[in-house]
T-cell receptor, first 115, second 113 residues
Framework: DARVTQTPRHKVTEMGQEVTMRCQPI?????VFWYRQTMMQGLELLAY????????DSGMPKDRFSAEMPDATLATLKIQPSEPRDSAVYFC?????????????FGSGTRLTVV | AQSVTQPDIHITVSEGASLELRCNYS??????LFWYVQSPGQGLQLLLK??????LVQGIKGFEAEFKRSQSSFNLRKPSVHWSDAAEYFC???????????FGQGTELSVKP
């Protein structure tokens, strides 16, 4: 089965450091999402792209977060500088919105801990 | 604004018993509705979806869900729960403008022997 690949799986970093999370979407999927999951807030949509162009990043703190798709095989989510409140699991998902029977496919996530 | 409510934060059922997880949505047009399951330390796996047509949809692992427009609900059911079904379940609504998914807060399912 095709899968969405996220790296790294786990990341521990010190407050103030830059963190970059990567996602390889499924080949042929034109929509990529970034979600953040915490116990308190559940699954929050941070940003998403269609054909590599940002459609909506209103869920993302603009002062420290940035999301890009430098090419169709790579999406990145960067936090600079990181803060303890950014500790969460970050999920990437890809799909062809509602055009196929596959829905959206999620990666296994990056568990970020900021100390 | 679109929203999804899962009224039950945690449910415990006995193995072999039937299960129903509730989901209510708020959406102005015909919704696209999904149920996902998440096992500990894993990503989300699609169980089933409703786009149009038959309001009773079948999914993987023996799950089904029924779309009821009059009640704005999309409840998930399984006739006989297995211990391996213990996980967190998320209902989501998809916007046909942009295609983004809005998730409910999730329902954690525990299965007792």
């Amino acid at each position: 089965d095709a899968r969405v690949t996220q790296t790294p799986r786990h990341k521990v970093t010190e407050m103030g450091q830059e963190v970059t999370m990567r996602c390889q979407p499924i080949l042929g999927h034109n929509t990529v999402f970034w979600y953040r999951q915490t116990m308190m807030q559940g699954l929050e949509l941070l940003a998403y792209f269609r054909n590599r162009a940002p459609l909506d990043d209103s869920g993302m703190p603009k002062d420290r977060f940035s999301a890009e798709m430098p090419d169709a095989t790579l999406a990145t989510l960067k936090i600079q500088p990181s803060e303890p409140r950014d500790s969460a699991v970050y999920f990437c998902a890809s799909g062809q919105p509602f055009l196929t029977s596959d829905g959206y496919t999620f990666g296994s996530g990056t568990r970020l801990t900021v100390v | 604004a679109q929203s999804v409510t899962q009224p039950d934060i945690h449910i415990t059922v006995s193995e072999g018993a039937s299960l129903e997880l509730r989901c209510n949505y708020s959406y102005g047009a015909t919704p696209y509705l999904f149920w996902y399951v998440q096992s500990p330390g894993q990503g989300l796996q699609l169980l089933l979806k409703y786009f149009s047509g038959d309001t009773l949809v079948q999914g993987i692992k023996g799950f089904e869900a029924e779309f009821k427009r009059s009640q704005s609900s999309f409840n998930l059911r399984k006739p006989s729960v297995h211990w391996s079904d213990a996980a967190e379940y998320f209902c989501a609504v998809g916007s046909n403008q942009g295609g983004k998914l809005i998730f409910g807060q999730g329902t954690e399912l525990s299965v007792k022997p």
